[in-house]
């Protein structure tokens, strides 16, 4: 404050210096009577600058105060958000995480259970190859000692029904039954041996034991034509039919034996009445489709190859009848797809590739005729060059060098 008065008196100073001159002592007085009462107002001037400077403080205090709490609050919710983000960033690479290795782990339990499946299935399919060649061999050694069909244009029928296992069935008297069931056994052992005489005996111990043994009469109608005895054959198919009206076996065998003696018409019945006891009997519809081939009605014949294919896809013997049907009805393409479809089934059997060799033949498609001759001659060379030489629809290219040298 001293200060101030000091510099304030010497501003007075200069000024009375100044004005000394030029102003009157009255004047001069005045100005001096002002600076003092000036003078006198500055201390509480300064008392109110005082007083208003904690108060300024005091803000500047509240201020910091409130800025510091702000501060805090801020950065405890940029914690917190920050946290919220990278936990959002991190949870699905988390669950991607997750998801692969669940993935990972089904993928690898799913190539073992594929594994095994294949395994499983490769073993039942070899087993089954295995079963399917048994059978083959046995169908084959019975077939070499049964009768040629007459036409070779159709794989014949379904070779004859199986024999029926005898079924004991009780009748009152098991002493007789038993017996008699022994006999049948003993029928089939003969049969399946070879001993057709021996298994005619047989049955007909059992028969003369037990008449009513529908079984025993149909497997020895199949017997009977085995050894070409035609009319006792229908004679047993008949007797197993009277005692069981709805035997289809019975009547399909009777219709086999028919068509063998060219009695289309009868042949058809038999397989009609088979089908009616048993509509999804696939030889039954087969054999149909045989006997209206015959007949040269190739149009009725693929109705009945059509049905026996929907109930048994995979009928070797349905899909190649079938071709030779469409083939006579000049349904090259259709007969040829008939044809492939049995060599999926069953690539061995000559009479496929021979049938698709007249095929082609009558196309006029040389090479692939050829072809497929030299593979039904590989499977079957004796028969199928004793049929080529005089095969009317391998006429086009009979002369071909290819063919020659095939049958020469």
């Not at 049969?191 to 028969?207: G, P, T």
């Amino acid at each position: 404050m001293e200060i101030a008065n000091q510099v304030f008196i010497t501003k007075a100073m200069r000024l009375s210096s100044i004005f000394r001159t030029s102003i009157s002592p009255i004047a001069l007085s005045t100005i001096l009577v002002c600076a003092n009462t000036v003078f006198a107002s500055e201390p509480t001037a300064a008392l109110l600058v005082q007083q208003q400077l904690p108060q300024e403080q005091l803000k500047e205090e509240i201020r910091d105060r409130v800025q510091e709490e702000v501060d805090i609050a801020f950065g405890r919710t940029a914690v917190l958000l920050n946290g919220l983000v990278i936990a959002l960033t991190l949870f699905p690479t988390a669950a991607g995480v997750g998801v692969w290795f669940l993935l990972s782990k089904l993928s690898k339990q799913t190539t073992i259970a594929r594994q095994e499946i294949e395994s499983l299935h490769y073993d039942t399919i070899s087993q089954l190859k295995l079963l399917i060649s048994d059978a083959e061999s046995i169908l084959g050694e019975i077939q070499h000692q049964s009768h040629p069909a007459a036409d070779a244009d159709t794989d014949l029928l379904l070779p004859d029904a199986q024999i029926q296992e005898f079924a004991p069935v009780n009748y009152g008297n098991y002493q007789q039954l038993l017996t008699a069931g022994d006999y049948a056994k003993q029928g089939d052992s003969c049969f399946f041996e070879n001993r057709y005489e021996d298994a005619i005996a047989a049955y007909d111990q059992a028969l003369q034991i037990q008449p009513d043994l529908a079984d025993t009469w149909n497997n020895r109608g199949v017997v009977l034509t085995r050894m070409q005895r035609y009319p006792e054959a229908i004679a047993s198919y008949e007797k197993a039919t009277t005692i069981r009206p709805n035997y289809p076996d019975a009547w399909n065998n009777r219709g086999v034996v028919l068509l063998e003696l060219q009695n289309y018409q009868e042949a058809i019945g038999c397989y009609e009445q088979a089908i009616q006891a048993k509509p999804d009997y696939a030889d039954a519809w087969n054999n149909r489709g045989v006997a209206f081939s015959k007949m040269q009605e190739y149009e009725q014949a693929v109705i009945s190859y059509n049905q026996a294919l929907q109930i048994k896809n995979d009928y070797t013997d349905a899909w190649n009848n079938r071709g030779v049907a469409l083939s006579k009805l000049q349904k090259y393409e259709a007969a040829i797809e008939s044809y492939d479809n049995a060599a999926k089934i069953r690539p061995d059997f000559y009479r496929i590739w021979y049938n698709k060799a007249r095929c082609y033949a009558l196309q006029g498609q040389i090479d692939l005729a050829i072809e497929n001759l030299k593979r039904a001659l590989n499977l079957n060379p004796n028969l199928c060059k004793e049929l080529a030489k005089t095969e009317a629809d391998l006429e086009k290219i009979r002369e071909h060098e290819a063919f020659k040298q095939l049958i020469s």
